[in-house]
């Protein structure tokens, strides 16, 4: 009833306490039968089997049963074995309930505290398991440390390592847990914080991005391109490319679909020009697969170049597949079927998908795909069937899978596919805007409507930018870089379109990053703080409950400062070793739990080690290392040695 009940719960679906399956009545009847016969059977048929005599005796005395209370720890349970049985059970909830429902109902905010827990978890069970090399570790640490004179220390430190370990081994452990903690989180924030400014940069795709909002019917004024042809000549921006509108969405290009029209997606086509990765941020492109068939330049950040590749691909010669007819086909439907299959693959318009669609729309780079074309009205570019009844084909061979390209939502992942972007060339372009033409210019005579100008074609079957992208010279300095992007706003209509600076954007993502970061300073202070009361009360108890050894080894000659500083050599070993090994922990799960986010997000690991932090954390622990073991040490220095001997405080 209570499993019911939580599956009701978490799917939404009513709860039936009465239904219950056959299997589940008649197996437990079943088995519920058969152990206590066959467990009474078989002790009778033995008994039996034998004389009367060693029925009675050998057989009762060898078999017979006494009850004895015995306690769990006793027999081997330990309390830390159920505390183990119970974090086991909770981990199995997690994974095994919790991040599938996370996934089913795309709560992607509750996988990644379930994921989070979970590191978190194993953040805790590594510095445990990091004791196991404890010792070794402070060896290790006493050599590094220990010089000269004080050489002689050494056997006399390890000792007192060795001896104190029982009273000081929750020190270490909770100095690893704090140091491993503090790591782990500013790891994870500083690699967290890249991906989102990787994001960023993936969105705005280059140094500016100037866009219309998709709720605006508006063109750029005429002069904005000589205006940046100008800059160029000046060398204000390096260059400038432009991306254009969705295609499908303006001219209702109707739907994506494989050469069969079996499968079949929402069309995103865009447009774009040969020196697109020239300007953007080509370092984010990542492909999944690539026709062998076409050559693919290199961009200056060492990615291949898709865009070049799509015009190259323009030269390939292509198969025409043969026209798949099946059964009896008259003449008259023969001929329509050749018609339609020339006008489809008369000029096979090459394109870039995005991977989204390789599951479904084409495996391979040599597989075609159709571009399925609907009308639309030119004034409006909404449908209108009484105006316009047609549909055209145009088939397209894939040059490319991608996974990320900058200025497109593109994605591997299946559940992308109604977003994934097709990209094509100008060239493409024009050919599907010059069918579209055509298309509209047949269906003119079936109309009743007012008829367009030559003007109103024109404009309405040409690729228009949507997005313009500037790439700014390295050596150009921020003052140059706020006046361009001021000059840029002067010639364009602010309320209608956007401009956009990514260092801006990366610069405010950065100052949030640093004030976060200041808290994990704060952070790191006050769990070391913490740990240097648990280091003083510690070593307060050594220093107390070896006086009588502190007294020893001053009355063998030893100096009152040489004894204290066996105890500062003890306390650095002790937190330098915790030190190291819970920064080893915390870098290994921080850079696990980032691997796992730039794997969802599908972008390269971009490895920024929190420096200052460390470096804060390491003073901060030094300093209580000294502190907590000096000031208790000094307690003893004002006590004669025949006090000390003689147990006196």
């Not at 440390?145 to 050489?151: F, Q, S, T, V």
């Not at 929402?266 to 020196?275: D, E, F, Q, W």
């Not at 706020?482 to 602010?494: E, G, Q, W």
């Not at 040489?562 to 870098?587: C, D, K, P």
Request: hydrophobic share 45%.
């Amino acid at each position: 009833i209570p499993l019911e009940f939580l599956s009701a719960a978490l799917t939404a679906y009513p709860a039936n306490f009465l239904r219950i399956s056959k299997t589940a009545l008649w197996l437990p009847t079943i088995v519920g039968t058969t152990i206590p016969l066959i467990s009474n059977i078989l002790p009778v048929r033995a008994a039996l089997g034998k004389t009367l005599r060693d029925a009675l005796d050998v057989y009762h005395q060898t078999f017979a049963e006494t009850v004895v209370a015995k306690r769990l720890e006793n027999i081997g349970l330990q309390p830390w074995m159920t505390g183990l049985g119970v974090l086991s059970a909770v981990s199995g909830f997690l994974v095994y309930y919790l991040i599938p429902l996370a996934f089913i109902f795309t709560n992607f905010s509750l996988f990644f505290s379930v994921m989070n827990i979970i590191l978190i978890g194993m953040l805790i069970g590594c510095c445990m398991i990091t004791q196991s090399i404890q010792a070794q570790i402070e060896g290790l640490w006493l050599h590094l440390l220990i010089w000269g004179k004080d050489r002689r220390l050494k056997g006399l430190v390890k000792k007192n390592l060795t001896g104190h370990r029982r009273r000081t081994s929750n020190v270490f452990l909770m100095f690893t847990i704090s140091v491993g903690s503090i790591i782990f989180g500013g790891l994870t924030f500083s690699l967290q914080a890249n991906t989102l400014l990787q994001n960023v940069e993936l969105l705005v795709a280059a140094d500016v991005q100037v866009t219309i909002p998709f709720n605006k019917v508006k063109r750029y004024p005429d002069n904005f391109e000589p205006f940046l042809n100008e800059k160029k000549q000046d060398g204000t921006i390096k260059d400038w490319t432009w991306m254009s509108e969705n295609l499908a969405h303006w001219y209702h290009l109707g739907h994506l679909a494989d050469i069969l029209d079996f499968a079949e997606h929402s069309l995103h086509l865009y447009a774009v020009p040969t020196n697109y990765l020239d300007v953007t941020f080509a370092k984010y492109v990542s492909l999944s697969q690539m026709d062998p068939r076409v050559h693919f330049p290199k961009t200056e950040a060492g990615t291949p170049d898709f865009v070049k590749a799509l015009y190259a691909a323009q030269q390939v010669q292509r198969t025409v597949p043969p026209l798949p007819l099946s059964g009896f086909v008259s003449l008259q439907d023969r001929e329509q079927a050749e018609k339609l299959h020339e006008t489809v693959y008369s000029s096979i318009v090459p394109s870039v998908l995005s991977a989204a669609l390789k599951k479904e729309i084409a495996e391979k780079t040599d597989a075609l795909v159709q571009l399925v074309l609907q009308g639309a009205n030119p004034y409006t570019g909404e449908k209108d069937l009484d105006m316009f009844h047609y549909t055209g084909h145009i088939a397209s061979n894939p040059v490319a899978f991608v996974i990320k390209a900058p200025g497109f939502l593109s994605s591997s992942y299946t559940i992308a596919a109604p977003i994934a972007p097709v990209v094509i060339s100008t060239t493409g372009a024009e050919t599907i805007m010059e069918l579209l033409h055509t298309y509209y210019v047949h269906n003119l005579n079936h109309t009743t409507g007012p008829l367009p100008t030559e003007e109103e074609l024109r404009q309405r079957f040409t690729v228009h930018p949507r997005k313009y992208f500037m790439r700014f010279p390295d050596h150009l300095s921020r003052a140059d870089r706020v006046a361009f992007i001021n000059s840029v706003r002067a010639i364009l209509d602010s309320t209608v379109f956007s401009v956009v600076d990514a260092e801006d954007f990366v610069s405010s993502a950065r100052r949030a990053a640093d004030g976060i970061t200041y808290f994990f300073f704060f952070v790191a202070a006050l769990q070391i703080t913490l740990d240097f009361f648990m280091l003083w009360i510690s070593f307060s108890a050594n220093v107390i409950n070896n006086s009588w050894e502190f007294g020893v080894l001053r009355s063998v000659g030893l100096s009152t400062r040489t004894t204290i500083r066996a105890y500062v050599y003890e306390a650095m070993a002790l937190v330098l070793s915790a030190f190291f090994l819970g920064s080893v922990v915390g870098i290994l799960i921080g850079i696990t739990l980032t691997i796992q986010i730039n794997t969802f997000f599908e972008l390269p690991l971009s490895f920024d080690f929190p420096w200052r932090l460390v470096l804060i954390t390491c003073v901060f622990s030094v300093f209580a290392a000294f502190c907590g073991s000096y000031v208790p040490a000094r307690r003893l220095q004002k006590i004669s040695i025949a006090s000390v001997i003689k147990g006196k405080n």
